[in-house]
């Protein structure tokens, strides 16, 4: 591609704006057009970096003349605009797949429906823990293509959704792990589970026969995704359930890593920092990859035992008059708040609510008669949470913000009960993100 050939970058949020600056730096000709409006934070990056941009509107006969289009990950490509581009052989790709092309670092990418962003913070945080010059980007801290622009970083871990991959043509991991795979964003595949599952697996699917598939042996419907699209990658399970010649496995307490019959790690479960069946997947995860590596097995353990879990995701809040609460706000899927539900012991006080992405709340519904006494729906509509539950659940109340769901919950609740907040929905009806969400849920609490 040369410096003459204009780029066209849809989305003036994180990636969009990334993918500009790295454009700009590789003297391509970036412009950037987002049908909403771009943050101020954004447009001032945009103008210190003379970079030509437009908001609330797409220029069509401008877009339409790109060499190349970086598509921000939220633009489905059922969008009129993404069909036209198609349409006239006009290449689209993600701003992960357009960093890629410029970054000289190794890779170790990581997806899945649930723990990609706790996986990938605890990776990074063995890396650096073991003296590795290692950066953390796509969906987590600042854009892939930023940093590719201003950072010299050895190894990137990089968190990545099924939209991003979508976008990918060339892009491959040295180390690919895919945690798990449950329904979510079906209305982005047509409605099908497995064009869902396929999407995940296109994180190896570039892989060449050094590189390392590192995936979850308990997760059938992983393991029907791999067997549809097989990777050349060398593949280590890890599992729960059972023991394995080759990856890790729960025995006696211990977290077991073996390799080769010369490499093997243990570890007490007891001294994970993270505990819960998911966290544990999460752990093991990142404890193969680092055994890849050869890392120091010492400084493996440590970080392991050290590792602080992330924000909105069972984030322990306060302990007010003896009943805790919870901030699980990053659980905008059923399989997340069923990990959530399960990690609890006492009786809880569930918020749950917000834009209902196809749920099967039957999933739930063994926990939610064991372990929940009332429910708060917080959202504009919660009919569909409260025809599953109404039969098994005496106490449902709604509420149409984080205050007035905290307060209720508070009323109910009595001493060592919990409130957790895992909406095992999306936010954007009464919130700008699951973080807006999770924020004013601990201003709610912490005003109590």
Known sequence: MNSEEKIVILGGGESGVGAAILAKKKGLVPFVSDFGKIKQKYKDVLIKNEIEWEEQKHSEDRILKASEVIKSPGIPDTAPLVKKLLANEISVISEIEFAYRYCDAKIIAITGSNGKTTTTLMMHHVLVGSGVNAGVAGNVGKSFAEQVATEDFDWYVLELSSFQLDGIKEFRADIAILLNITPDHLDRYEDSFE?????????????????????????????????????????????????????????????????????????????????????????????????????????????????????????????????????????????????????????????????DKGNDYDELMALVQDKVKAIICLGKDNSKIIDAFKGSIQIIEEATSAEQAVRKAYEIGQKGDVVLLSPACASFDLFENYEDRGHQFKRAVRSL
């Open 195 to 355: 064009l869902y599952a396929d999407a995940k697996m296109r994180i190896a699917i570039n892989a060449k026969p050094e590189d390392t598939f590192i995936f979850c042996e308990d997760d059938q419907s992983l393991k029907a995704a791999l067997k549809r699209n097989p990777t050349k990658a060398i593949q280590i399970p890890f599992s729960i359930k059972k023991q394995l010649p080759k990856g890790a496995y729960i025995n006696n307490e211990e977290l077991n890593i073996t390799l080769t019959t010369n490499n093997h790690f243990k570890m007490s479960i007891h001294d994970l920092a993270l505990q819960g069946k998911h966290n544990l997947y999460n752990t093991m995860a990142s404890g193969i990859a680092g055994r890849v590596l050869d890392l120091r097995k010492e400084l493996i353990r440590e970080s392991l035992s050290d590792f602080q879990n992330i924000e909105h995701r069972l984030e322990a809040v306060a302990t007010i008059h003896g009943i805790e609460f919870i901030n699980d706000s990053k659980a905008t899927n059923v399989n997340s708040t069923w990990y959530a539900l399960e990690s609890i012991s006492k009786q809880a006080i569930w918020i749950v609510g917000g834009v």
